[in-house]
Antibody, heavy 122, light 110 residues
Framework: EVQLVESGGGLVQPGRSLRLSCAAS????????MHWVRQAPGKGLEWVSG????????GYADSVKGRFTISRDNAKNSLYLQMNSLRAEDTALYYC???????????????WGQGTLVTVSS | NFMLTQPHSVSESPGKTVTISCTGS????????VQWYQQRPGSAPTTVIY?????PSGVPDRFSGSIDSSSNSASLTISGLKTEDEADYYC?????????FGGGTKLTVL
């Protein structure tokens, strides 16, 4: 059974940093691209970032480019999101999602975690 | 930047058919696959349609997807509506190595 379990969320002040993690199990992790998708309270889904199976291709939404860094450790079956210079508008539930392909040429999210909540507030 | 536009909400009665549209802002929506996700309150999204018109195993054939190039739009059609279909529905595609979601449509089955 595919499982994605996010962690690392919490309350953080504007301008500070936070690192999210996603532990994957139930599939061969390095066969798939991975993504972060967020959802602000009461709002819709927003793709944040994606990384190919071997970290050779990485993409970011314009809203986070230059502030967030995605990475993965295939030996640990883990995905990460380093979030710097956080803003109030980054407040959201952050989902880890598995891509349906190894690369970033096609974007389809076939499994999702339950999310970890990030609240940016003073 | 490429955007997908959905109606904010739709409503229909049980047993009826409803169609939710998803219109691309530029280019051809047919150039890249469109997916549809269902999200119930408090839950993560799940796929109901992928690659324009494919249903994952376990999704009933009451759900179907299509592409209309003439209007540059994708559609999700749900027939034989059930109260359990009440949820938010999001279309999703991609462009220039970025994922793109529509704003979501709240389906009310009343």
């Amino acid at each position: 059974e595919v499982q994605l379990v996010e962690s690392g969320g919490g309350l953080v002040q504007p301008g500070r940093s936070l690192r999210l993690s996603c532990a994957a199990s139930g599939f061969t992790f390095d066969d798939y691209a991975m993504h972060w998708v967020r959802q602000a309270p009461g709002k819709g889904l927003e793709w944040v970032s994606g990384i190919s199976w071997n970290s050779g291709s990485i993409g970011y939404a314009d809203s986070v480019k230059g502030r967030f860094t995605i990475s993965r450790d295939n030996a640990k079956n883990s995905l990460y999101l380093q979030m710097n210079s956080l803003r109030a508008e980054d407040t959201a539930l952050y989902y880890c999602a598995r891509g349906s392909n190894p690369g970033l040429l096609v974007f389809r999210f076939d499994y999702w975690g339950q999310g970890t909540l990030v609240t940016v507030s003073s | 930047n490429f955007m997908l536009t959905q109606p904010h909400s739709v409503s229909e009665s049980p047993g009826k058919t409803v169609t939710i549209s998803c219109t691309g802002s530029s280019g051809s929506i047919a150039s890249n696959y469109v997916q549809w996700y269902q999200q119930r309150p408090g839950s993560a999204p799940t796929t109901v349609i992928y690659e324009d018109n494919q249903r994952p195993s376990g999704v009933p054939d009451r759900f179907s997807g299509s592409i209309d190039s003439s209007s540059n739009s994708a559609s999700l059609t749900i027939s034989g509506l059930k109260t359990e279909d009440e949820a938010d529905y999001y279309c999703q595609s991609y462009d220039s190595s970025k994922g793109v979601f529509g704003g979501g449509t709240k389906l009310t089955v009343l």
